[in-house]
Structures are given as structure tokens and as C-alpha cells.
């Protein structure tokens, strides 16, 4: 697999939920890929957009246009868009396109109920069956299915996500009874006492989603280890940034 980078974790948020925007990431200045998945129908599919029940309609804020759709047929709704599903594209293809070539960090969308355990199964065995273990990450805020796929699969690079003050504060909770070490936080939460704490766990520490250099680079000199950004000329500067330290 391709490295890019000696310094902290470029993530292109996002673009694995499309093949054109795949396609550019696996040629960027990035180190994983965000990929969005849905279990849906048996299958295991990549979307950023909420799906309407059973109906082939996908929701979303507007705010998202242009960076994780290739929906061209949209119907505006106050800050929402709609969209007709067509072809849904599967995560086995986005696995194949990047074997060998970037890592993905695979966030997991959605509640299941009493089906998470099979699905965290199933998608343990899909990464070994391809051969994408080690360039995968898994990501995400339903904690439950994070657990299941830990339960499957301990060697798994597991992050979870953490969104809001409620969630920080049961994280914090958890960590009483379970040694998590990784975990994708919302900049929004970031305060340097939470993170000299969480880094003295041995906390790796990715943070979502970064599009200013200059706050990028004050994310990192608190500790963070990984940036997400919408931007792929914003991360190939930071990884330029690291490298002029290195070498100065």
C-alpha cells in the first residue's frame, strides 16, 4: 500500500462514497480514505444520505452537496435535498479499488437492533475475505456495533466516534470498564485539558472535519494524530508542513 505521509493521519472525508471521488482520493495526498456504510438489504452499502424506510429515497442537509454525493437529480427541501437511489454502490467495490493502494476509515452507519452482531460479523469476514484488515479503520457512533465487531475481530483498528458533550461525557464513563484507545472526536470538543487527559490513556486521536490550515495545525500541536478534511489541497499542505519540520 501506498504511505504518504511520516507525519499525522490525512483523511478525505468522504470520498470513498463515490467512484469518482474515490478515484481522485487513491491519487491524493491522503493517508485513509472516509468511507460511509449502510447495512441495507443483506447488503453492505456506501452513502452518506439517510434512506427513507424502504423506499429508494435518500435525505440530506444541503450543507453536504459537493462533497460526499454524485446524486445530479436532487429535489430541494427548506436545508434538505432528496434524492432517488439508483445503483447503490457496494462497499466490497470500494475495498477493491483501494486494496494496496490508501486506507479506508470505514465509518458505520446506523442502528441495527438485534442484527449487529451478524452484521459486525459479516463485515469482519468481508476485510479478512479481501485481504483489507490492516488497511482498514472502523469508525462510528452507534457504540453497540462498534462492540460487536471488537467482540469479532480484536486485532480491527476500532475508533469510536464522539459527536457531542453527551456522548464525551459517557465515553468518559466508559472508560472506567473498558481500555478503549481510539477514538475520531468532533473538533468542536476539543479543549486542550481533555486532550493532554485522553493522551495520557494512550489515546490515538483522529478529529473530524478540519478545512482551515491554520486550525489544522493548532489541532496538531495539542496532540491530535489524525485531521479529516473536505479539502485534499488543504491536507496535501499540512503533509508539506510536516515534512519542511522534519527537515528544518
Given at each position: 500500500?501506498?504511505s ?25 495526498p ?5 468511507t460511509d ?8 452499502t ?5 434512506k427513507l ?20 437529480l ?30 479506508l ?10 442484527r ?13 475475505r ?7 479503520t472502523?469508525c ?7 462492540g ?7 486485532h480491527?483498528?476500532?475508533h469510536?466516534?464522539i459527536?457531542?458533550?453527551d456522548?464525551?461525557e ?54 491530535i494524530?489524525?485531521?479529516?478534511s ?19
Amino acid at each position: 500500500m501506498a504511505s504518504t505521509s511520516n507525519g499525522p493521519v490525512r483523511i478525505a472525508h468522504g470520498f470513498g462514497n463515490s467512484q469518482r471521488r474515490l478515484s481522485r482520493a487513491l491519487i491524493g495526498p491522503v493517508d485513509l480514505i472516509e468511507t460511509d456504510v449502510w447495512f441495507q438489504d443483506g447488503k453492505m452499502t456506501v452513502r452518506h444520505e439517510r434512506k427513507l424506510g424502504p423506499l429508494p429515497i435518500l435525505i440530506d442537509e444541503k450543507s453536504s452537496l459537493g462533497l460526499k454525493s454524485e446524486h445530479r437529480l436532487r429535489l430541494p427541501l427548506w436545508r434538505w435535498y432528496v434524492a432517488l437511489q439508483r445503483n447503490p454502490l457496494a462497499l466490497q467495490e470500494v475495498l477493491a479499488k483501494a486494496k494496496d493502494k490508501r486506507g479506508l476509515l470505514l465509518d458505520l452507519k446506523g442502528k441495527y437492533g438485534d442484527r449487529e452482531e451478524a452484521l459486525a460479523q459479516a463485515l469482519a469476514e468481508m476485510l479478512e475475505r479481501m485481504g483489507m484488515e490492516e488497511q482498514a479503520t472502523i469508525c462510528g457512533q452507534n457504540w453497540s456495533l462498534l462492540g460487536h465487531l471488537r467482540a469479532a475481530a480484536p486485532h480491527l483498528k476500532v475508533h469510536y466516534s464522539i459527536g457531542s458533550a453527551d456522548q464525551l461525557e459517557a465515553f468518559q464513563a466508559m472508560l472506567e470498564d473498558d481500555p478503549i484507545r481510539r477514538i475520531c472526536l468532533n473538533q468542536s470538543l476539543i479543549e486542550e485539558p481533555l486532550i493532554e487527559r485522553l493522551k495520557g490513556l494512550g489515546m490515538t486521536i483522529y478529529t473530524w472535519t478540519v478545512d482551515d490550515l491554520w486550525r489544522a495545525h493548532e489541532l496538531l500541536e495539542l496532540g491530535i494524530d489524525g485531521i479529516t478534511s473536505n479539502s485534499l489541497e488543504m491536507l496535501g499542505l499540512l503533509g508539506e508542513g510536516q515534512r519542511r519540520q522534519r527537515q528544518g
